[in-house]
């Protein structure tokens, strides 16, 4: 079946420094592929996504490219912040209206 | 626009005893999902509505839960004979209805504790 698998956090990192969050999926046909975040205290919200092979989403300093070679949606950022620390979920949406969410990675910044 | 609300945010019950939810979507939105959160995991999908259709249930959704969104707006999801293990974080969604792969926007959760 459908499946994301995430890089296990936390991940803590010093202000300004570059940020990877790995995701790789497995799905038949072609997903769509989203990055949503919760800040603390907070519901998810959508970060990103990307709708078809080769797409890049962007927002708010962070990017993710659509891999269908390799199967991924890296999370990327090249200086994080302080407000950054959130759990960030990977998902991909099989098309039979079912999202289907990453286990998270939790980011914690240090100033 | 007030965004999507849940009530209760936090509910503690015995064992046994049934629970309910409700989730107030964002009022134009169409589409209605619960999904349910545990510790270190993301959400998992339980249930999904179009307007008051309920179109697809997860097989993780046992006799004992039951949903519904009469008229196509707030929706309520009701455990019978409450377990420990359905200790989670229960999270509803909606979108608009407009196309097939777009934004779910969350509540912030109804925290479950069964003792």
């Known amino acids: 079946g459908n499946s994301v698998t995430q890089m296990e956090g936390p991940v803590t990192l010093s202000e300004e420094a570059f940020l990877t969050i790995n995701c790789t999926y497995t799905a038949t046909g072609y997903p769509s592929l989203f990055w949503y975040v919760q800040y603390p205290g907070e519901g998810l919200q959508l970060l990103l996504k990307?709708?078809?092979?080769?797409d890049k989403g962007s927002n708010k300093g962070f990017e993710a490219t659509y891999r269908k070679e390799t199967t991924s949606f890296h999370l990327e950022k090249g200086s994080v912040q302080v407000s950054d620390s959130a759990v960030y979920f990977c998902?991909?949406?099989?098309?039979?209206?079912?999202?289907?969410f990453g286990t998270g990675t939790r980011l914690k910044v240090l100033a | 626009d007030t965004g999507v609300s849940q009530d209760p945010r936090h509910k503690i019950t015995k064992r046994g005893q049934n629970v309910t939810f409700r989730c107030d979507p964002i009022s134009e939105h169409n589409r209605l999902y619960w999904y349910r959160q545990t510790l270190g995991q993301g959400p998992e999908f339980l249930t999904y509505f179009q307007n008051e259709a309920q179109l697809e249930k997860s097989r993780l959704l046992s006799d004992r839960f039951s949903a519904e969104r009469p008229k196509g707006s707030f929706s309520t999801l009701e455990i019978q004979r409450t377990e420990q293990g359905d200790s989670a974080m229960y999270l509803c969604?909606?979108?608009?209805?407009?196309?097939?792969?777009?934004?779910?926007?969350f509540g912030s959760g109804t925290q479950l504790s069964v003792l």
């Open positions: 998902a991909l949406f099989s098309g039979t209206y079912k999202y289907i």
């Open positions: 990307a709708t078809k092979a080769d």
């Open positions: 969604a909606s979108s608009l209805g407009e196309a097939t792969n777009e934004k779910l926007f």
